[in-house]
């Protein structure tokens, strides 16, 4: 289910024109690893690469394993969201296992680790902007053993530097020219091409499916939906989709 809604919240995201950020692939040299992150206005995805035989950290902030500090932990063990509790200590899992697992694949000796969570998290974990603003990391690599353990000089801090990235649904969204107006709307909104329309879906914000619903001519009748932000995933005929977002007056 959390695959289901990051991908929805990703496709609406890029179809909205919403400012999506990247670090872009980032070498981390003193492992032998490479990170990157990105995020959209509700999510992070980090792809991790690595050893595939090592286990892999990332940390999240300026200090390393301070008290507190939060950090994703590639290892043997099922967890993968850590709490530091001060250099010499060992990791805690969290209750709260937040990164959901898109992928892991190794190929060639190197694991891909593709990991993904809302911006906040949960309870003491690092919260994450969805703006150029820099990400301060600490990581290390604990060579050829995927147990949670010491890993010696493999480690080190980076600062990711991040850019707004084009999403690539914008130019699609623009080429199929599917728009709402009015937006805010009360009781009808119009659509634009919408004999390109073949169905249209209404999702709340969280990625609930509300209702599916007919266009009658070229309006869809919203009276009935509660004051708020809506996200219409529109079916073309051509079989192609869309995502349009409302906002409910």
């Known amino acids: 289910m959390k695959k289901v809604l990051l991908t929805l919240s990703m496709a609406v995201a890029s179809s909205l024109g919403a400012q999506l950020f990247s670090?872009?692939?980032v070498n981390l040299p003193t492992t032998s690893m490479?990170?990157?992150i990105d995020t959209d206005p509700t999510?992070?995805?980090m792809t991790l690469t690595g050893d595939s035989s090592s286990m892999l950290g990332i940390g999240f902030g300026p200090s390393g394993m301070e008290s507190g500090a939060d950090g994703f932990i590639y290892n043997l063990g099922g967890n993968r969201d850590y709490t530091f509790n001060g250099v010499g200590?060992?990791?805690t899992a969290d209750p709260s296992q937040d990164w959901a697992l898109v992928s892991n694949t190794v190929s060639g000796g190197i694991?891909?680790?593709v990991v993904t969570r809302s911006l906040a998290g949960g309870p003491g974990d690092y919260v994450f902007s969805n703006d150029t603003s820099s990400i301060q990391i600490f990581y290390a690599r604990r060579a050829g053993n995927l147990l949670i353990?010491?890993?010696g000089a493999l480690?080190?801090?980076a600062t990711l530097t991040r850019t707004s990235v084009l999403a690539t649904g914008e130019v699609a969204a623009e080429s199929k020219s599917i728009m709402l107006y009015p937006n805010p709307a009360k009781e009808t909104v119009s659509l634009k091409n919408a004999d390109k329309i073949k169905s249209v879906d209404i999702f709340e914000s969280t990625g609930r499916k509300i209702r599916s619903v007919k266009v009658d001519g070229k309006q869809?009748?919203?009276s009935d939906l509660k004051s708020g932000n809506y996200y219409l995933e529109i079916t073309l005929k051509d079989g192609s989709t869309a995502f349009e977002q409302l906002i409910k007056e």
């Open 34 to 36: 490479t990170v990157k």
């Open 155 to 157: 480690r080190d801090y």
């Open 89 to 91: 200590f060992a990791p």
């Open 149 to 151: 353990g010491t890993h």
């Open 111 to 113: 694991r891909t680790v």
């Open 43 to 45: 999510t992070v995805t």
């Open 220 to 222: 869809i009748n919203i």
């Open 23 to 25: 670090t872009g692939t």
